[in-house]
């Protein structure tokens, strides 16, 4: 779509000028009987479905290929965003369906806006995401290892914490972690009478090149533990490489809590081949309950006696019989295979299932459990549940009812419609200023993502800081000849008493103290008044505040001088009121129409307009007057030089 650089440029080509009082320019005039100007008219639409179909349909027809790209995704999602952009295509459906109006014509076009993740909100948004395995509710104890769940007698909150810590490895301070997990509402009831088994712990290696709950160590020598199809999947260690070569290698399981079990063992299954006769001692199985993370080799470990080896001579599985570690009971453990091959030997040494049982297969009955979600922060220390951030669960979207069907939101239920009143249901007596970060699931027509805003109580309600799908309006006109349309970013407003306070303090800021009144609410360098909402026009003022410039002026220098300094004043509010300015929008010229009071030299009142143009941006923005001209009750009022 072809950009506009100026948007006045348009309007001095039809004689318009926004200062309606203006003198009839008569060269303009000429210009414009040759222009068919049509029908002025002001309109506001609100765009529907089907408009945001027909917009695709336009830019594919009279777009770029690259405009036929953002036309499907127009279609697809039904709202504009930073890289695509309402003033860029709104035209195409304005110049067709109201082709016939004519200049200065205007249309207020609402539409849905897809904004930008705040980059605060994203370390949520984006965080890594960790799953509780049956290793990991181990670690919480026998009843939780048995149900793979917890309960209401073994909650998350009192085990998550320690259970991250013993997991999770080299965490960084403010790191953070969404972790879920599986919990009832209701504690079951785990019937241990039966003599079968229950497994504390299993691992088979079913994944390709996963070492499952396992970690392999290289201690020393080129040759490193692998992961094989055979079986059902398996780790594999073996020294030989053109011959056999020198290697000590570890492969160290993941703690296993075996606290309140009596009575444990461990078995697994192992080929063997390639096996000298005299090196045995080579293959070994560790134990220990000491665990040393920095230095795994140093930790105190204990070998185990398994009670049955293979042959050493074939590819099959033998299983190892039962290794009573019931002198652990209580304790949490690691288990390791240790391998060392030599010049003389270098066998391989295959590890299939391992599993650590406890007698009697527990029958567990109760509620289904459900997966729960939440975040943590690592404080440097220990991992502990992140504070004033909530993540939506199921049972929330259950709670509004509609985004409940898919547990997630969408273009069809909104955020922003369900959220305020789950806040309220939430955090019932959340008081005024209480601040809570509220991350959810959104699926924005193509797949599901992550979003957050932030919530305040503000005058008793809550208020959110940033909707995925928000509602804008933006100002279009026909501009340059009947049905063109073109993005008029111009911003408008009349100055209330809160925007002549602004002045007052970037006086006192910029100026010092000793033009502002003893109230502090009006000051008298421009003469903006935030009690009265106004500017005080009277030189007296200026002379009692200022009298090393004012005195001894006649009365028309001091009114020059004071025409100059509103200039000045306005720049000062457009500093502090639009910090973030930028001259153009869409290769359209940005304009500040700015409309304010004042108390004249002469006890009359006036309304004044002033044309601003945001000409750099910065910290701060800078701002001129268009034309070097005020308009006071509809006459011009060229500041003087």
């Not at 036929?68 to 709202?79: F, G, M, R, T, V």
């Not at 063992?265 to 090196?279: E, R």
């Not at 453990?333 to 297969?361: K, M, R």
């Not at 200039?567 to 010229?589: H, I, N, R, T």
Request: with cysteine; glycine share 8%; charged share 20%.
């Amino acid at each position: 779509m072809k950009k506009i650089t100026s948007i006045f440029s348009y309007l001095a080509l039809a004689g318009v000028v926004f200062f309606s009082s203006c003198n009839p320019n008569e060269e303009i005039y000429d210009e414009l009987d040759a222009v068919d100007t049509g029908f002025e008219k002001h309109i506001e639409v609100t765009l529907s479905s089907s408009n945001y179909q027909d917009i695709a349909d336009m830019a594919r027809a009279n777009g770029t290929s690259e405009d036929s790209l953002i036309a499907d995704k127009i279609e697809a999602n039904e709202y504009f965003t930073e890289e695509i952009l309402a003033a860029d295509y709104v035209p195409y459906y304005l110049n067709e369906t109201y082709g016939s109006y004519g200049l200065m014509s205007s249309a207020q076009v609402s539409f849905n806006y897809n904004g930008s993740v705040p980059e605060e909100l994203t370390m949520y948004t984006e965080a890594e995401e960790y799953e509780l395995g049956n290793a990991d509710y181990n670690l919480a104890g026998f009843e939780v290892g048995v149900t793979k769940y917890f309960f209401p007698d073994q909650p998350a909150d009192v085990y998550l914490s320690s259970v991250l810590d013993e997991t999770i490895e080299n965490p960084q301070e403010n790191d953070i972690l969404l972790v879920s997990y599986m919990e009832s509402d209701v504690n079951p009831t785990i019937d241990t009478t039966d003599t079968q088994d229950i497994s504390v712990y299993e691992e088979g290696f079913p994944n390709e090149g996963d070492f499952g709950t396992f970690t392999p160590l290289n201690i020393s020598g080129d040759q490193e533990w692998y992961w094989q199809s055979y079986g059902d999947g398996c780790a594999t260690m073996a020294g030989y490489d053109g011959g056999a070569q020198p290697n000590e290698d570890m492969l160290i399981s993941d703690p296993v809590s075996l606290e309140g079990i009596e009575e444990v063992k461990l078995n697994f299954s192992q080929a063997v081949n390639y096996m000298n006769d005299g090196y045995w001692d080579q293959l070994k199985v560790l134990i220990t309950d000491d665990y040393n993370s920095d230095d795994p080799v140093s930790s105190d470990w204990e070998e185990l006696t398994v009670p049955n080896w293979p042959p050493g001579s074939d590819w099959s599985f033998y299983e190892s019989g039962d290794i009573d570690l019931t002198a652990y009971a209580g304790q949490t453990i690691h288990i390791a295979f240790f391998y060392t091959s030599s010049t003389e030997n270098a066998c391989t040494w295959e590890i299939g299932d391992v599993n650590i049982l406890t007698p009697g297969e527990a029958s567990v009955e109760g509620a289904e459990p459900f997966e729960t979600v939440t975040y943590f922060t690592f404080d440097g220390d220990s991992w502990g549940e992140t504070e004033d951030v909530y993540f939506l669960n199921a049972a929330d979207y259950n709670q509004m009812g509609d985004p409940g069907n898919y547990d997630n939101f969408s273009s069809s239920d909104l955020p922003q419609d369900y959220l305020p009143k789950f806040m309220d249901y939430k955090y019932p007596v959340a008081g005024e200023g209480v601040t809570k970060t509220i991350v959810y699931k959104f699926y924005n027509g193509s797949g599901t993502v992550k979003l957050a805003t932030t919530f305040t109580v503000d005058g008793g309600e809550w208020e959110s800081s940033y909707n995925y799908i928000d509602q804008q309006t933006q100002r279009f006109l026909v501009a340059g000849e009947r049905g063109h349309w073109i993005f008029d970013p111009t911003v408008r407003f009349t100055m209330a008493n809160s925007d002549y306070m602004l002045i007052v303090e970037a006086v006192t800021a910029n100026l010092g103290n000793d033009f502002v009144d003893s109230y502090g609410t009006a000051e008298y360098y421009t003469g903006a008044s935030s009690y009265y909402g106004n500017f005080d026009l009277r030189i007296s003022q200026r002379v009692e505040f200022d009298p090393e410039t004012f005195e001894g002026l006649s009365e028309e220098e001091a009114k020059d001088e004071i025409i100059r300094r509103l200039e000045l004043a306005l720049q000062y509010l457009l500093q502090s009121k639009f910090p973030d300015a930028v001259p153009q929008v869409s290769g359209v010229d940005v304009h500040y129409i700015v409309t304010f009071d004042s108390y004249n030299n002469d006890f009359t009142r006036s309304t004044w307009v002033a044309d601003m143009k945001c000409v750099e941006a910065g910290n701060p923005p800078q701002f001129e007057l268009t034309d070097n001209t005020f308009m006071q009750d509809g006459n011009p009022v060229v500041v003087p030089e």
